[in-house]
């Protein structure tokens, strides 16, 4: 996208960043907006158009948002529990219409029914005062030697651990053969080489911590529960790369997060760790979009700009945050680097599988008996995950969704072929993703399901490039059109489904097709009536 | 090594280091090969409309990944397939996606217009149905500016005007609003493009594949019957530009996107602003004065009035007592008949220009300083530069498609240094910004170098070799008064310092300057010490750096290149010379005088004392544009004999005895030579208007009437004529200067040169000259409590000085008056409020106009414009002139405020 705004906002990197600069004045309601926008583009030099542009791709910066007093979420588990008219009746009691939006969503799938109000989130059993902060977090090991589960005490060892040599750090990631754990399994190890092997006196680590699928919570965990396994990893990655400044993109639902990282930071910067390293964090606080999980569109919010996705090469590693090489990673991936750093990599590899090693936080939902972050090895049976260590469904389901949105959906006869790794789930036509777990009750009709899959995703497109932009849209119209008495063209389906596979821009259109096909093979029986012929995908 | 391979459709084709698919194939087979919709030649692959998706895969049998052409970078070996049935299909589908939204209505051109280029593509993909839902939502249309038409009906989310908004003009006004499937193109604030802060260089609407973006002219889909590519007429840049004629008349303005000087871009000036050319005010008749009254009258009895009064006076008088001033608009073989004209019918120098109240002292201080008074290097170097400095000179608003190629750099962080007393549009984008008391550049400068000394920044292999006189020049350097001259300019010595060092440090650092630097009392001194510091930074004779003054009208560089100068005849060469006027009398056939003649100012003086008695205009409005308006009108009307060739009826042709009505630049061909001595050709649109001639037809029929037999007007001919008398045209012929010109000097084989003194300097010697600053007599005359403000003035984006051709155009809708720019601590001590009618008083004289607050202008400095003859400004600038061209002080005036 633009040079001259990247170039522009890149002018105030050391102070508040222009993307920071907009949420407030967006948010400070005191002052009109076309005044307040008027004035931050005179002072930071960019246009109206592109502050505006920018302020209206955000949920929590719209204006029409900016009088909400809470938001219930909207997320796939929320909605497949059925708990959210109860809540709304609720807040109805409190608030006007008006003064509820809908966020989706809020990452508390293992209680489903929940609802933010100002920086608190509850559930369906609302107490004033109480809310899910208050409670512990759901989190079971189910390996000897989980990376996850202890809290970090002595702080500054634990950063001193690893202050290594660059070349040490890049050996031990590399035996460990890590893989992102942000859904795409790219070898850390790589990503690492690439940014350090990039030419470029200003580096950045950029971890993301937009975990905004549906279904996973286990990003939130670690920010919450182990932030500082997060700020050691990206420590770990910034003195390995060069860079010497490391962002934390939370998601503005995880209010919890933000705290609780903010206040690991200032935990950081009061450690002889911190000085020797002379590596400094920063938070940024999304505003509610959920593509800004997507790499490039993230780094194009820091940068104030529209978190439009950019085309790819260059890669952030050669061109990322203000054009700068740039280490960008999941939150989980960077919480296992100190693991490593502190047992060796051969210890990490020597769990899970050949391909797939280490451990994996896997999120169960609400439709569970024991829903919460469970860790457990790469390479675990995944009835095993569902049934011993879920402890079996609440109650019946039909299928699940592993690993987001955009991950496959497993009917339940297909759960005793698979294993927790990417390449069981890829060979038998899924997709591991994250490996959060959705469960999809029996009583929930897959046609609704697929509307609400394409609601959401047309509701999050960025809209940048066409097939998505249009293909997410229409599909949903037709789906919603589409009724037992007038089927949808399923021929037109199936080409756009195609369009939005080949010709997407980045993950969130291309990917989409493939929970798509796999309910419309393993559901084409519930789901015949709604379509002018058995689909053929 | 043979040039390495990829694979088009299973055939071998070869490719070239770092192009992408897109260009790799449609290089081979053709523009059409692979459809697009986002992309443009013009601005950086965006990959959103993903139609040019291809099947890529590395061997004949690897398996096959369908890739966005436009992006992606083609790989040696690479075996490309543009359309297997799973890509037509996908481009199928996009279209069919892109038609369910797109209105039904619009997929045909509109009667007698051509197809847009979606419609185009819609047609060659054969595709006019769309299987999928409708989700339009139909919108109004943005009609509320004077050009720019908006209608997001027919948008197809390209984003190609925000790209083109933001990459070509830097303007960033356009942006999407909102995301995802509704996500719709706003301007500004989501404001209509009248209130908006769009400058109307229409970028947005050439490169719109629809009709979203149109102007009113339909520009894009005009069907014109003939197309004539020419040049700009509004200012030094030169851009070329493509005229659409239907029925014989001008009806819409295109660009030349392979133009060298602009790329496809232009300026609401260049590109919408021509229906001043059959205005109803053009004038169609010579007029003669007669019983005090202009009538109308023929060709013929005007000419013969002329040639019969200009003899008398001649006769009566003597030659000294006729003077000519010629046009910088005119062509350079106009001008070159008009000094010839001067001097050899005539028969004394008493030819002067434009140059004369602007760009003077660039030719002079250059001379000096290198031995050339031009550009030393060319605008297609600035992004060549990495640090760029600007004196004096607004380029956004005075030469708008230069100023956004320096704005498009310093926006994307290469250092800027503005060195202008106003806050002006690049300063909000520069690394520092001296803004300077206007009249102080000698002292500011003297600082500037100061500190490059200092510093250690000198190039001292640079400065050995290739100048002269740089030891006594650091000398007097170092003997400046920081103090002083800090407080002189009213800049901090900090700043002054910062810039030093950018400039100093930079590889290459290339300076630009303006009338800013110019029209002041040690104008000249101001370019010789700007030459200065580029020879002692070694910033010349290389790509990307050098002294390029920003010329104000589009030919005021050929004007001065053809003799228009009292001192120097065509080709700059000293008419006190004898064998310069050896070389001129063989070529004009006629002696030619040695005495030097008058400059403008001279001439005014003369005229004013008795001793001027007939004086030639060539389409200049003085009265409006020269300084102190009282002075200009008696001499005007002190002159016995008065011509005058004008379009319009300005205040000075309303003086004259003589009005010859003259043809537009659209009427006539010859050559303008922009900024950058660039050579290039004006091609006739459409015939001179019934009534007129073109000004170079003028000069031919009154040198026949006075004895002195010329051919035609006929560009080709004159040119052959101005290559034997002007050296540096040795090779120039019409017909070799082909669409984008040559740059000066061009060598007898026809070799043209970008870049001046590479390996020596013109004069030999670089020379170096140190100035003092010293205060201009404006300022000194002891009544600073009588005239506690300085005024200053400069153009403004929307008219072109006088504002003749502008004002009679939709540009008036854009900007309708002079204005006052004050500063809001001054407005505030004299109770003045926005929008308020004040009245300036100055020694000269007094006018009136309204008041805008703005903090452009520092407290103690106003602003304004001279484009509107009811305001005439220059009622109150002085008869202060450069020392050394005469040079007016517009710059610098003492004035009081009076409400």
């Not at chain 1, 096909?517 to 029986?525: D, M, Q, V």
């Not at chain 2, 459709?9 to 523009?31: C, D, M, Q, W």
């Not at chain 2, 006190?576 to 003086?605: C, F, I, S």
Request: aromatic share 8%.
């Amino acid at each position: 996208m633009s040079k001259n705004l990247r170039s522009l906002s890149a002018r105030h990197v050391e102070g508040q960043t222009l993307f920071q600069a907009l949420a407030e004045a967006v948010e400070n309601t005191s002052m009109p907006l076309s005044q307040q926008l008027r004035e931050l583009a005179e002072e930071r030099l960019v246009s109206r158009a592109s502050l505006l542009g920018a302020s209206s791709f955000y949920d929590f910066l719209q204006v029409e948002n900016l009088n909400k007093r809470a938001y219930v979420c909207n997320g796939t588990c929320c909605l497949l529990a059925g708990k959210q008219d109860e809540v709304r009746a609720g807040l109805a009691a409190r608030y006007k219409d008006d003064e509820i939006g809908e966020a989706t969503c809020l990452g508390h799938c293992y209680r489903a029914g929940s609802f933010q109000e100002g920086e608190q989130t509850y559930d369906d059993e609302y107490r004033p005062g109480a809310s899910l902060d208050s409670i512990e977090f759901p989190y079971f090991a189910h390996i000897d030697q989980p990376l996850f589960a202890a809290p970090v005490t002595a702080i500054d060892d634990y950063y001193q651990q690893v202050l290594q040599a660059p070349a040490d750090i890049q050996e031990q990631l590399s035996r460990s053969n890590l893989r992102g754990r942000g859904g795409a399994g790219f070898p850390f190890a790589d990503k690492l080489a690439g940014c350090t092997a990039a030419a470029g006196t200003q580096k950045y680590v950029v971890c993301n911590a937009d975990e905004g699928d549906p279904g996973a919570f286990s990003d939130r965990y670690l920010l919450e529960e182990q932030p500082h396994r997060v700020l050691a990893g990206m420590l770990a990655a910034g003195l390995a790369t060069g860079a010497d400044t490391g962002f934390v993109y939370i998601r503005a639902e995880y209010p919890l997060a933000q705290r609780r990282i903010a206040e690991a930071i200032a935990a950081f910067e009061q450690t002889p760790a911190a000085a020797t390293s002379r590596f400094r964090f920063r938070i940024v606080r999304g505003a509610g979009a959920y593509i800004c999980g997507e790499e490039t569109a993230l780094l194009n919010s820091i940068e104030g700009l529209r978190p439009e996705v950019r085309t790819r090469p260059p890669y952030p590693t050669q061109a990322g945050l203000f054009g700068q090489p740039t280490l960008l990673s999941n939150v989980e991936t960077f919480a296992a680097v100190p693991w490593i750093l502190e047992h060796g990599g051969a210890a990490f590899a020597a769990m899970g599988t050949a391909q797939s090693t280490g451990t994996k936080l896997v999120c169960l939902d609400y439709g569970f008996n024991q829903p919460g972050v469970h860790e457990v090895a790469m390479g675990t049976p995944l009835r095993q995950v569902i049934e011993e260590y879920g402890g079996g469904f609440r109650w019946p389901m039909k299928a699940v969704q592993v690993g987001g949105p955009l991950g496959g959906v497993v009917p339940i006869d297909r759960i005793a072929g698979l294993t927790l790794d990417c390449e069981s789930f890829a060979a038998a036509g899924f997709e591991l993703g994250h490996a959060g777990i959705v469960s999809i009750p029996e009583s929930f009709p897959m046609i609704d399901f697929l509307r609400h899959l394409f609601a959401y995703m047309a509701a999050e497109s960025c809209g940048k490039c066409l097939p998505c932009r249009l293909g997410t849209r229409k599909a949903h119209t037709m789906l919603t059109a589409a009724s037992k008495t007038q089927p949808l063209d399923s021929a037109a389906f199936t080409d756009l489904l195609e369009a939005l596979e080949y010709g997407s821009l980045c993950g969130l259109g291309s990917a989409l097709p493939l929970p798509v096909r796999n309910i419309l093979t393993y559901f084409a029986t519930e789901l015949h009536d709604y379509f002018s012929e058995v689909a053929d995908t | 090594m043979s040039a390495p391979n990829a694979y088009i459709n299973g055939k071998a084709y070869p490719l070239a280091a770092g192009e992408t698919i897109y260009t790799f194939v449609s290089r081979h087979l053709g523009a059409g090969a692979i459809p697009v919709l986002c992309n443009d030649d013009a601005l950086e692959p965006f990959g959103n409309c993903r139609l040019c998706s291809v099947d890529v895969a590395m061997s004949a049998v690897a398996p096959r990944r369908v890739k966005a052409a436009c992006h992606t970078r083609v790989e040696a070996e690479q075996y490309i397939y543009t359309d297997t049935p799973r890509i037509e299909k996908l481009r199928r589908s996009i279209m069919e996606l892109l038609l369910s939204d797109y209105p039904a209505t619009a997929l045909q051109p509109l009667p007698g217009e051509k197809p847009t280029a979606f419609q185009t593509l819609v047609q060659q993909l054969g595709i006019s149905s769309s299987r999928f839902p409708t989700d339009r939502k139909a919108a109004s249309v943005d009609k509320t500016h004077p050009y720019i038409h908006f209608d997001t009906n027919e948008c197809i989310y390209c984003y190609r005007c925000i790209r083109a908004c933001d990459e070509i003009q830097g303007q960033l006004v356009l942006s999407m609003l909102g995301r995802g499937h509704d996500s719709r193109v706003i301007v500004s604030l989501d404001q209509s493009f009248k209130e908006s802060e769009c400058v109307a260089c229409g970028a947005c609407v050439q490169t719109c594949p629809t009709n979203a973006l149109s102007d009113r002219y339909r520009t894009k889909t005009f069907m014109e019957d003939r197309r004539v590519r020419t040049v700009c007429t509004y200012c030094g840049v030169g851009c070329n530009l493509e005229v659409l004629l239907k029925d014989g008349e001008v009806r819409a303005i295109d660009t030349a996107d392979d133009a060298e000087v602009n790329q496809g871009h232009a300026c609401v000036k260049g590109r919408y602003a021509f229906a001043y050319y059959n205005h109803p005010d053009r004038l169609r008749s010579p007029l003669l004065r007669k019983n005090g009254e202009l009538q109308a009258v023929s060709w013929d009895e005007a000419l013969d009035h002329i040639a019969a009064r200009l003899d008398g006076i001649r006769q009566t008088h003597g030659v000294q007592a006729i003077a000519g001033i010629s046009s910088s608009r005119c062509t350079n073989e106009e001008n070159f008949l008009m000094q010839k004209f001067m001097r050899v019918v005539i028969g004394n120098n008493n030819i002067d220009g434009c140059a004369r109240v602007c760009h003077a002292p660039t030719a002079f201080g250059m001379q000096q300083s290198f031995g050339t008074g031009a550009a030393t290097n060319s605008i297609a170097e600035i992004p060549l530069a990495d640090c760029l400095l600007v004196i004096g000179a607004n380029s956004t608003e005075a030469h708008p498609v230069t100023g956004a190629k320096m704005q498009q750099r310093a926006m994307k962080g290469v250092p800027l240094i503005v060195i202008d007393p106003r806050r002006i549009e690049l300063t909000r984008y520069a690394t520092v910004h001296l803004q300077l008391r206007p009249g102080t550049n000698v002292a500011l400068l003297d600082m500037l170098i100061y500190y490059v000394i200092k510093e250690g920044l000198v190039d001292e292999e640079f400065v050995g070799q290739r100048t002269e006189g740089f030891a006594d020049f650091r000398e007097s350097a170092l003997a400046i008064d920081m103090d002083k001259l800090e407080q002189v300019t009213g800049v901090a010595r900090d700043k002054v310092r910062e810039a030093a060092l950018l400039y100093g440090r930079a590889h290459n650092a290339m300076s630009f300057h303006g009338l800013g630097l110019t029209e002041h009392y040690q104008g000249s001194r101001g370019v010789m010490l700007v030459a200065a510091l580029a020879m002692m930074t070694g910033n010349i004779g290389r790509p990307g750096v050098g002294v390029n003054p920003l010329r104000g009208q589009n030919n005021v560089q050929g004007a001065a290149d053809m003799g228009v100068q009292p001192n120097q005849g065509a080709g700059y060469l000293d008419v006190t010379d004898p064998a310069v006027r050896a070389h001129y009398e063989r070529e004009y056939g006629h002696p030619v005088p040695a005495e030097k003649g008058l400059t403008t100012p001279g001439m005014l003086n003369a005229a004013s004392n008795g001793d001027l008695k007939a004086l030639w205009i060539m389409g200049e409005d003085i009265l409006q544009t020269d300084p102190d308006y009282c002075h200009v009108r008696h001499a005007l009307s002190e002159v016995e004999f008065l011509v005058v060739q004008e379009l319009f009826m300005t205040e000075t042709a309303s003086l004259a005895d003589v009005v010859l009505p003259a043809a537009s630049h659209l009427e006539k061909s010859g050559t303008f030579t922009n900024g950058e001595r660039r050579v290039q050709r004006v091609n006739q649109v459409i015939p001179p208007l019934e009534g007129t001639r073109p000004d170079g037809q003028i000069m031919v029929d009154i040198m026949n009437r006075m004895g002195y037999a010329q051919a035609g007007y006929d560009p080709a001919l004159h040119l052959t004529e101005i290559a034997r008398v002007v050296p540096f045209f040795a090779g120039i012929r019409w017909d070799n200067l082909g669409e984008n010109g040559k740059q000066w000097p061009v060598s007898k084989d026809g070799q043209d040169t970008q870049i001046l003194h590479r390996e020596t300097f013109k004069r030999g010697k670089g020379k170096f000259t140190f100035t003092d600053f010293v205060e201009t007599p404006q300022l000194l005359e002891g009544d600073a409590d009588e005239y506690p403000f300085i005024l200053t003035t400069g153009r403004r984006l929307e008219h072109y000085n006088c504002g003749s051709m502008t004002r009679r155009t939709p540009n008036i809708d854009l900007l309708d008056r002079d204005e006052l720019l004050i500063n809001p601590l001054d407005a505030a001590a004299y109770g003045i409020i926005d929008e308020q009618e004040i009245g300036l008083r100055s020694k000269q004289g007094r006018t009136r106009l309204r008041a805008r607050l703005s903090d452009e202008v520092r407290p103690g400095v106003l602003f304004t414009t001279f484009h509107f003859p009811e305001i005439a400004i220059n009622h109150l600038t002085s008869g202060v002139l450069d020392l050394d061209a005469d040079t007016p002080e517009f710059k610098v005036v003492a004035v009081a405020i009076e409400k």
